[in-house]
């Protein structure tokens, strides 16, 4: 599934191409995309807008128009866009679900083998407590700190692992990328959340961080499904420390690399440096000092801050 840095990849190279064009034509070749809504009445409304931002908050990619509409895409497990500029064609292809032609003469095309991707339009009012009832801080923003993440974890039984892919708690963070902050952060991925001591709240902050951080430099991840709009793989797959590398040597220790189940996901840990009995310290529902933290201009939604309202995404 592709997760906030995937996300991120595909908003900055599908910005240039997008923002001052107008969507000129646009075909929905399945009803499931926008449901309930009617695709032809999604396809008529969208024609004629002009895009006047790519956002992107969480995992969701967000076209804002200068009407003050706002199309949400969500690309869920398989879902993928591809832009070709005027004068090229989209290859054919039985999965596209979506084809916008803008009026510069190039498409952008959607992608989505397993048909769980999401497009919703909203009016300018419904945009914000749509989004905002869904996720919780941005992993870089300034509000997203060591302080507010701990009191996201305090008294919650949940394993940890649960508790961060929550979207309430860190918005845009999936399976991939939890397993590669847990490894960095030394934490066992079935503790339970509220069991964290300040210092290892700290130190997953800024794992989180780290991991997303990386999986933006290199363009996300490819698996199976996943490519950039230029058709490019991402690189994050040679990154992986743990993920997807079961019975392998933990390049921290050298221990073998295990898979668990955790919040119902295929899980990867080192089950050395991850210790599932770690030495108990005091647990808080904030760390007690201020942590140095990355600087959150370089790795934003490129959106405001919003609310903290939230529930699961």
Wanted: proline share 7%.
């Amino acid at each position: 599934m592709p997760e906030l840095p995937e996300v991120e990849t595909v908003r900055r190279q599908l910005e240039p191409a997008l923002v001052g064009r107008r969507f000129e034509r646009v075909a929905i070749f399945d009803p499931r995309l926008v449901q309930p809504a009617d695709p032809d009445e999604v396809a008529r409304r969208l024609e004629g807008e002009r895009v006047a931002a790519v956002e992107r908050r969480g995992k969701y990619l967000i076209v804002r128009f200068e009407s003050g509409r706002a199309l949400l895409v969500h690309l869920r497990m398989t879902g993928s866009l591809r832009h070709v500029a005027a004068g090229r064609t989209l290859e054919p292809d039985p999965y596209r679900r979506a084809v916008v032609s803008l009026d510069d003469g190039s498409d952008v095309g959607y992608r989505d083998v397993r048909r769980f991707g999401t497009w919703v339009l909203l009016d300018r009012d419904e945009t914000e407590p749509y989004l905002a009832s869904r996720l919780g801080e941005e992993p870089f923003a300034r509000r997203f700190t060591a302080a507010a993440l701990a009191a996201r974890l305090a008294s919650r039984r949940a394993p940890i692992k649960a508790a961060i892919l929550d979207q309430r708690a860190v918005a845009g963070l999936g399976n991939i990328y939890a397993d590669e902050a847990l490894w960095r952060a030394r934490i066992h991925p079935s503790r339970p959340a509220g069991a964290l001591s300040a210092a290892e709240v700290a130190r997953l902050h800024r794992a989180v961080r780290a991991a997303l951080a990386t999986g933006i430099e290199r363009q996300g991840a490819t698996l199976r499904d996943y490519a950039t709009p230029d058709g490019a793989s991402g690189g994050m797959q040679h990154e992986f420390k743990v993920y997807g590398r079961a019975g392998e040597p933990c390049p921290r220790c050298g221990a073998a690399i295990a898979k668990t189940r955790a919040a119902g996901r295929g899980t990867w840990f080192c089950p050395r440096c991850q210790r599932e009995n770690a030495p108990t310290e005091p647990a808080v529902a904030a760390p007690g000092r201020r942590t140095r933290e990355p600087q959150a201009a370089s790795f934003s939604s490129s959106a405001p801050e919003r609310s903290r309202r939230h529930s699961s995404a």
